[in-house]
């Protein structure tokens, strides 16, 4: 009887590890996924509520948002609310009791994406000032963009904000310092100096300058011209010693010989001889 009863009873060990196994296998289910949705998180009055949150902001109120986020179709919205929701939650700190109201509203309508991704950011992720309706919109049109989707897909690769790559430097293929007397020749030829460019903008007016004095020195090695001879003026007669007798001028004469007198006096005779 007492061997049946040994045979009957199980190995020392046995029973503590069949419960420890069967805790393993029920441990996922009793444990979700964060990432996963099975039911939509988003609700259908998304939209009002950030519409009643716009119509109390100043829109041109400044927050950050994201710059340089990478760009993944899975990943892009899920990151973008992940933000979003960290900047509305300092607003509150620092808003009224009204407005507080309606962050805390459009707050409680993202704050699903806080149990997937992780909030602490990436050293290489940057940020911009924008006004916050521009950020509200984003906001709306990311969770109208998830909605139908979030049922569907399992967001665990977006625990991780990831950056864009940054762009990568060109590699120089110049050869060493060390180098470069066997192989100088090959290089291509150097940089004109900040000294030629200031020569070369200074040679207009160098010319100029040249030219200006080799015409101030032509004017001076040009004889003066020679004055015009003056016109020869006709004489008048002079009076004679009783020129109370003679009180009138004598005639001008031209080529012709003729006489022509005072514009104002009746024509004259012509004497015989001219003065």
Known sequence: MEAGADEGRAPDGMGAAAPASLLLLLLPQVLPDPCSFPDSPISSTFAKTISTLLDFMLWDYPVDVPENLRVDEQCWALWHLALAKETLGRLKLVAGSELQELLEAVYTEINFVGQCVNQSFPGCLRFRKANISHLLLEV????????????????????????????????????????????????????????????????????????????????RRTPPRAPRPAAPQVGLAQPSAGGASQGHRQPLTTREGRGRGPPDSAPQEVPGRLL
């Open 140 to 219: 709306s049109s990311h969770l109208g963009a998830l909605q139908p989707l979030i049922t569907q897909r399992n967001f665990r690769p977006c625990q991780q904000y990831r950056c864009q790559p940054e762009p990568s430097l060109p590699v120089s293929t110049l050869p060493a310092p060390s180098s470069l007397g066997a192989l100088g020749g090959t290089l291509g030829p150097p940089r004109p100096s900040s000294l030629l460019l200031l020569m070369l903008g200074a040679l207009p007016v160098a010319l100029l300058l040249i030219l200006a004095a080799a015409w101030r020195w032509k004017q």
